[in-house]
Every structure is written in structure tokens, then in C-alpha cells.
């Protein structure tokens, strides 16, 4: 069973707020990944992390978006100005290596934002 | 670019049955395919993948894979299901960005209703 930590589990904002969610990826694995996952199970790659740099992350992420892990604390992931088309299920990963292609990736359960 | 087609939105079946849970892709270099299973409420859940050699795989709880280069296919079975099998179950194709890492390209998923 995966033991990645995803709090809040459900998170409800106003349009313009800040919504701040985080992930406590499992431990011993560097490659922390966020994705999107909207209520037509459709999956948006978000960002994903090496430690502390960021190797990749999409438009999106670079404008109203951003991320971080730092050194000895969560993970975590934060929509300066939430839009209602931002309510979906917010989802961290983790795996042991971002080099391997058949790296396994382990989720959490998952931040659930609602904007209203 | 890497595409995954899950052709059965919802598929149903009775405590016991066999089931097949069909995924074909699309690639532009070296395959690495999985299968994630999400209960409801819940994060993804890893089940199996393929990488290389034996094309029929092994997973959690019974299920298995089969790859097919020939078909472009990578279907998942199970002799027969439980009723806790009820799930959504997303195909995974895995992108190779070199230094930046890899990211999984999901099908839209399938959900499985297994009646008692």
C-alpha cells in the first residue's frame, strides 16, 4: 500500500482565493509528480520534482501555479487566483527514480478542490 | 507522442465471471505500460506493468496483462472477479523525457461494476 500523504483531503475556496494543498511523498523517494485529474477522469501532468529542482512542469503550472519541495518539509502545491475550472482531484506521486521508464509510481489519496 | 485509448467506459459483470478491461496504444519508441486501479473516493493504486519479456505479466489480486506489439494492445483480465474488484482501472503509457524525467499518459479509464 502506498504511503503518500495528501492533506487536506477536501478543500473548498471562493474564485480568486488561494487554495494550498501537500503531499509528504513516500519516504526514500526523490521524484515527487502532481497531476490533475478532472470529473471526466481526464489525467493533466502538473509538475514533477527531483528533490528540490523541478524537472518539468506544463504552461499551466508556470502562470497561476506554483510548487515546491523543499529540503525536510511537505511537498506542496498552490493556485494563486482559484478558478472554477480548477475544481478537480488534485493528485501527488511519488517514485524511486525519474530515469527509469518502468518506474512504478505511488499516489496518495488525493486533494479534492471544490471552487465555488 | 504517446496516446492511450481505453475503449469501454463501463463495463459490468457478475461475482465470478472472467473479465477483460481492453487498452491500446499508440507510441513513438520503447513501451513501458501499467494498469492503476482507483476505488472510489480514492487515489490510483498501482496493479502490474510490462516493460520487457514475458508479454503476459503478473499482478495484485489475481489480475494479469498480456502485451501485444502486433495489436498496439495491453489488455488486463481476471478469471473471476469479487465484488470489491468494483473499481476504476486506468491505463498508463509512460513518456520518456530524458533528463526531465517521465510522466504517465492515462486512458480515460474503465469502470468496472461486478454485481453479487
Known amino acids: 500500500n502506498s504511503k503518500v500523504i495528501q492533506t487536506p483531503r477536501y478543500l473548498v475556496k471562493g474564485q480568486g482565493q488561494k487554495a494550498k494543498m501537500r503531499c509528504i511523498p513516500e519516504?526514500?523517494?526523490?521524484?515527487v509528480f502532481w497531476y490533475q485529474q478532472n470529473k471526466n477522469n481526464e489525467f493533466k501532468f502538473l509538475i514533477n520534482?527531483?528533490?528540490?529542482?523541478?524537472?518539468?512542469q506544463i504552461d499551466m503550472t508556470e502562470k497561476r501555479f506554483s510548487a515546491e519541495c523543499p529540503s525536510n518539509s511537505p511537498c506542496s502545491l498552490e493556485i494563486q487566483s482559484s478558478e472554477a475550472g480548477d475544481s478537480a482531484l488534485y493528485l501527488c506521486?511519488?517514485?524511486?527514480?525519474?530515469?527509469?521508464?518502468?518506474?512504478?509510481?505511488?499516489f496518495g489519496s488525493g486533494t479534492r478542490l471544490t471552487v465555488l | 507522442t504517446q496516446t492511450v485509448s481505453q475503449s469501454d467506459a463501463h463495463v459490468t459483470v457478475f461475482e465470478g465471471d472472467s473479465v477483460e478491461l481492453r487498452c491500446n496504444y499508440s507510441?513513438?519508441?520503447?513501451?513501458?505500460l501499467s494498469w492503476y486501479i482507483q476505488h472510489h473516493g480514492h487515489g490510483l493504486q498501482f496493479l502490474l506493468k510490462?516493460?520487457?519479456?514475458?508479454?503476459v505479466v503478473q499482478g495484485v489480486n489475481g489480475f494479469e496483462a498480456e502485451f501485444s506489439k502486433s495489436d498496439s494492445s495491453f489488455h488486463l483480465r481476471k478469471a473471476s472477479v469479487h465484488w470489491s474488484d468494483s473499481a476504476v482501472y486506468f491505463c498508463?503509457?509512460?513518456?520518456?523525457?530524458?533528463?526531465?524525467?517521465?510522466?504517465?499518459?492515462f486512458g480515460i479509464g474503465t469502470l468496472l461494476s461486478v454485481k453479487p
Open positions: 520534482f527531483q528533490n528540490q529542482e523541478v524537472l518539468q
Open positions: 506521486a511519488s517514485s524511486l527514480s525519474r530515469g527509469a521508464s518502468a518506474e512504478t509510481l505511488y
Open positions: 507510441y513513438g519508441g520503447s513501451i513501458y
Open positions: 519516504k526514500g523517494h526523490p521524484v
Open positions: 510490462y516493460y520487457s519479456g514475458n508479454p
Open positions: 498508463a503509457v509512460t513518456a520518456n523525457y530524458g533528463s526531465s524525467g517521465n510522466k504517465l499518459i
